[in-house]
Nanobody, 121 residues
């Protein structure tokens, strides 16, 4: 069984910073990519940023220049450094991983349970 465990959410004032972490655990053979999506109330889940285990990244235009995604392959962990936070960044942030586990024969998407990020004064 694969688990994604997120940490680092919370309440921050506009202009502030937060760092999210997500660690994948379980019987993992290989990880193709990890990243973050977010979902604000009344809106669809959207991509924030994703990073491949080779280091390639993709991020939403709305966070470019403010958010930085990084990973530690040895720890199966992905990080999201969020700076210059805005109220519109308020959402539940979900960790995502596309990986191959022992139990399955092809790579599969996994999701964390989500961590709340609230940007408010």
């Amino acid at each position: 069984q694969v688990h994604l465990v997120e940490s680092g959410g919370g309440l921050v004032q506009p202009g502030g910073s937060l760092r999210l972490s997500c660690a994948a655990s379980g019987r993992i053979l290989s990880i193709n990519a990890m990243g973050w999506y977010r979902q604000a109330p009344g809106k669809q889940r959207e991509l924030v940023a994703v990073i491949t285990m080779g280091g390639g990244t993709n991020s939403a235009d709305s966070v470019k220049g403010r958010f930085t995604i990084s990973r530690d392959n040895a720890k199966n962990t992905v990080y999201l450094q969020m700076n210059s936070l805005k109220p519109e960044d308020t959402a539940v942030y979900y960790c995502y991983a596309n990986l191959l586990s022992v139990e399955l024969t092809s790579p599969t998407n996994y999701w964390g349970q989500g961590t709340q990020v609230t940007v408010s004064s």
